[in-house]
């Protein structure tokens, strides 16, 4: 079983940055993606990004535009999240998953973090 925890998450005011952090307590395979969701109150859960560990398959959900970047430290089995430019619209809860391949639907992942809250002051 693979546990996944969140940290980094926060308020900070429009246009700032933040990085959220997701660390997992054993590596999956190679294969395996990591990816961030996030879910705002009354709101379905969306995609924001994934890549695979291996580093060979990195996507973005649509409405990142630039604006997030993911990464990994595959030494100390964690996934970054970079935010840079947020806006208020980016308030939500933010959640690291891991999966089989590199999905970008939330019913492809196989285990989740508890998620952290970002809020975005206008």
């Known amino acids: 079983q693979v546990q996944l925890v969140e940290s980094g998450g926060g308020l900070v005011q429009a246009g700032g940055s933040l990085r959220l952090s997701c660390a997992a307590s054993?590596?999956?395979?190679?294969?395996?993606?990591m990816g961030w969701f996030r879910q705002a109150p009354g709101k379905e859960r969306e995609f924001v990004a994934v890549?695979?560990?291996?580093?060979?398959?990195?996507y973005y959900g649509d409405f990142v535009k630039g604006r997030f970047t993911i990464s990994k430290d595959n030494a100390k089995n964690t996934v970054y999240l970079q935010m840079n430019s947020l806006k208020s619209e980016d308030t939500a809860v933010y959640y690291c998953?891991?999966?089989?391949?590199?999905?970008?639907?939330?019913?492809?992942?196989?285990?989740w973090g508890q998620g952290i809250q970002v809020t975005v002051s206008s």
């Open positions: 890549i695979t560990w291996s580093g060979g398959r990195i």
């Open positions: 054993e590596r999956t395979s190679r294969n395996y993606g």
């Open positions: 998953a891991a999966g089989r391949s590199a999905p970008t639907i939330a019913g492809a992942y196989e285990y």
